[in-house]
């Protein structure tokens, strides 16, 4: 009689997004911007659904008084499969100027339980600065 090892393994979910990318990284408040990325389930298992939020954030840090810019609605990702995402980000008008960081954030509504939950913010640096017809006002003042 021959035997044959198998290995169970407990099923998981993880969300995470790859290859962040921004096509401007300076703006000015009021334009919109496109972005681009992967969404990836690296577990074992599909996920229900793949939502990514985007948020403006002071920081790399995604935290409450992050800005929601918009999101992108993903349906069932298979166990090792990606979905590509192109959001159209409008950066609020009257934003102060500065440095600023976009979050790519995936299951941003947490309706997806996972193995990581502590990996699914991905981050790309943004310049706001002020519009040119504000400077050129100020200029002439
Ligand atoms: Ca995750
Ligand atoms: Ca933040
Ligand atoms: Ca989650």
Do not use: K
């Not at 969404?39 to 995604?62: E, H, I, K, P, R």
């Not at 699914?120 to 050129?136: C, F, R, Y």
């Amino acid at each position: 009689m021959r035997s044959q090892a198998i290995t169970v393994v407990a099923p998981s979910i993880d969300l995470v997004i790859q290859q962040a990318y921004l096509n401007s990284t300076t703006t000015t408040g009021g334009t919109t911007i496109s972005a681009s990325h992967y969404v990836y389930n690296q577990g074992n298992t599909a996920a229900a659904s793949s939502n990514v939020g985007y948020y403006l954030s002071t920081d790399a840090t995604f935290s409450s008084n992050d800005v929601l810019l918009t999101s992108s609605t993903g349906g069932t990702l298979a166990a090792g499969n990606y979905s590509t995402r192109y959001p159209s980000l409008t950066i609020p008008t009257g934003t102060t100027a500065g440095n600023y960081y976009v979050l790519f954030v995936a299951d941003y509504l947490n309706t997806v339980t996972e193995t990581n939950e502590n990996n699914n913010v991905a981050s790309a640096a943004l310049t706001v600065v002020a519009p040119a017809s504000t400077w050129l006002f100020s200029r002439l003042t």
